[in-house]
């Protein structure tokens, strides 16, 4: 089940940024398809823990690449991994103690992560090119 559909607009054109925003759409799609299956077994279990860890990754690699550069939108870019971050650990939590999962907290994510490239990210991704790739 596809319920994050990779699109030209999404790109940033920094490619392990592009490949690892890839895989999490990915992740997402992996939830979605043991969602069809079951709310709370353990491949749903083993797809939101591989989310969680591949997200976690990914979100340390941008935040160490924005404080490189010294980007000035980092403090607020970090609340928003954050939060994403802590929405997963509820889950996470929730699962553990048996509770099923909503199938539509897929359709979440692949919202989030959409909106996030496109405004968050795409907000660092111009500062680094008006800052260091047009000198
Ligand atoms: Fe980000």
């Known amino acids: 089940m596809t319920v994050a559909l990779w699109n030209s607009r999404f790109e940033t054109g920094i490619h ?10 990915e992740a997402v799609n992996r939830l979605a398809v043991s969602l069809g299956s079951e ?17 976690l990754e990914h979100f340390q690699m941008e ?3 924005m404080g490189e550069m010294a980007y000035p939108g980092l ?3 970090i609340v928003e991994h954050a939060r994403l971050m802590k929405r997963v650990q509820v889950l996470q939590a929730r699962l553990a103690q048996g509770k099923p999962m909503a199938k539509d907290v897929t359709a979440f994510f692949a919202g989030w992560l959409k909106h996030h490239i496109c405004e968050t990210d795409m907000a660092y ?4 090119k008006v800052n260091y790739q047009e000198r």
């Open 39 to 55: 709310t709370m077994g353990d491949s749903v279990k083993e797809s939101l823990d591989f989310l969680a860890k591949y997200a």
């Open 16 to 25: 392990v940024v592009d490949a690892q925003h890839k895989s999490l759409f």
């Open 125 to 128: 991704v111009r500062f680094m």
């Open 75 to 77: 403090t607020a870019h």
């Open 63 to 65: 935040e160490h690449f």
